[in-house]
């Protein structure tokens, strides 16, 4: 059985592909030229399982998104009260490129450029050279990602060459004191930052990473501590999406950041990364097909934060008989999006090859839509490969047992389930 959620993904993909609204971000040439047709998603389970759809391996460059990342950096190494020494975490509620900064001259917000270029200069130090923050830098982001991540120097470049608003930003807050290097080499610094190539599966992993804590889930590496990734995340949260956070978090209710190149992260804490990539922008700088897929996401997936749903901290597999000719799951606690993805991921490895299987929710307290459906469209993927599936179900957990294909899911009693040798 190979697991729904890649082809769920790719649903969302054809929903959102006629939408050709917004611009391709031009301020930076070589961003002009990228396909803006180019559409993909990927997620990573904060268990380290990476799922995607359509261009999962297209290279862009991370821009803002890789802001938050250097924020978790900057609290690693230099801990919350140093940090907001030089740049606050409230929202600012305008564009990424206003000359913002607050009545003492700092920067409020972390997540817009003149807070970013404060916090890339906080990295290695004041005395650092532009090249080792950046290696620095780089290679913290190539931990997170689980790969060795490169600047697309072409990028950088092309950037560097137009950065008139960015070495503005760098002038005024070297004139506050703020930064010590020259603005040339602030603006240097950050721009190669946000010039670090990535794939929206890079980023879903380096997304779960925040979410499972700071230990990146595919490598098993610690790399951030846990408080530092829940202040970052709570900063992503109010500060993420520009000017439009506060309509995101009620609309899409998934802490994110966006980047003007068309990548959009999203971090579900304690359950999964998302990331998209489609490069048309809407006024606010926020791709538009991306924030699309992230409202599908959160409706049809139940990934709202703010969701009242209830949720149980347990994982939802309690235990597994199996014999050579059959495998019993008993399964537990509320079956959501995350439950289901665990589950069916432990469904299709190689250890269940029996003829019969059968999943037992007597323990199940609940599910959710998108839980019982993702289960459903297991089972039946189970019966097309010849497995004789059911259900254990005396508490009828699973109402309305129509399969997406309009068949039922075939009920069990219990004991149509014991495993051989293990007496009544
Ligand atoms: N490097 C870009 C800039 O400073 C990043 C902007 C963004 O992605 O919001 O203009």
């Known amino acids: 059985m190979k697991t729904p959620i890649p082809y769920y993904l790719a649903q969302i993909l054809d929903k959102v592909r006629p939408n050709e609204g917004g611009e391709v971000a031009d301020y930076i040439p070589e961003l002009a030229t990228a396909d803006p047709d180019i559409l993909g998603v990927a997620v990573c389970s904060a268990t380290g399982h990476v799922y995607h759809a359509g261009a999962g391996e297209h290279r862009f460059t991370m821009q803002s998104i890789s802001k938050p990342f250097v924020y978790a950096l900057a609290l690693q190494e230099f801990g919350l009260a140093a940090v907001r020494e030089v740049v606050g975490m409230e929202p600012s509620g305008e564009a990424f490129n206003e000359l913002s900064l ?50 697309d120097e072409q990028v950088c470049q092309s950037e560097v060459d137009t950065a008139e608003r960015n070495l503005s930003l760098a002038h005024m807050l070297r004139s506050y ?66 000017d439009g956070a506060g309509r ?85 606690g509320h079956i959501n999006f995350t439950a289901a993805e665990a589950v069916l991921y432990e469904l299709q490895q190689d250890n269940f090859r029996g003829a019969r299987l059968a999943l037992d929710f007597e323990q199940v307290t609940g599910f959710n839509t998108i839980g019982r459906r ?51």
């Open 374 to 424: 993702m289960l459903k469209e297991g089972l039946r993927r189970f019966r097309e490969a010849g497995v004789d599936v059911a259900v254990i179900d005396p508490r009828a957990r699973m109402t309305n047992l129509e399969m997406s294909d309009g068949t039922m899911v075939p009920v069990a009693e219990p004991d149509d389930y014991q495993i051989a040798g293990e007496g009544t």
């Open 102 to 151: 607050g009545g003492d001259h700092r920067p409020v917000n972390p997540l817009i450029n003149a807070g970013a270029i404060v916090v890339n200069q906080l990295i290695d130090g004041v005395d650092s050279t532009v090249e080792d923050r950046v290696e620095t830098i780089r290679s913290f982001l190539s931990r997170m990602a689980g790969r060795e991540l490169e600047i």
């Open 248 to 332: 995101w978090m009620a609309e899409v209710g998934i802490p994110a950041k966006s980047g003007v190149s068309g990548g959009l992260l999203g971090t579900l804490p304690g359950q999964l990364g998302v990331a998209t990539f489609s490069p048309r922008l809407n006024p606010e700088g926020n791709s538009v097909r991306g924030e699309e897929i992230f409202k599908l996401l959160s409706a049809d997936m139940g990934l709202h934060l703010m969701s009242t749903e209830r949720r149980f901290g347990v994982y939802p597999i309690r235990e597994i008989e199996q014999t050579a000719e059959e495998a019993i799951f008993y399964l537990q």
């Open 177 to 242: 004191g703020i930064i010590q290097d020259t603005a040339h080499d602030a603006v240097l610094s950050y721009t190669k930052q946000c010039s670090i190539s990535v794939d929206v599966r890079d980023l879903a992993v380096m997304s779960a990473t925040l979410a499972n804590g700071g230990q990146q889930p595919v490598t098993g590496e610690m790399i951030l501590d846990a408080d530092v990734c829940r202040l970052t995340l709570a900063v992503m949260s109010s500060c993420g999406m520009y």
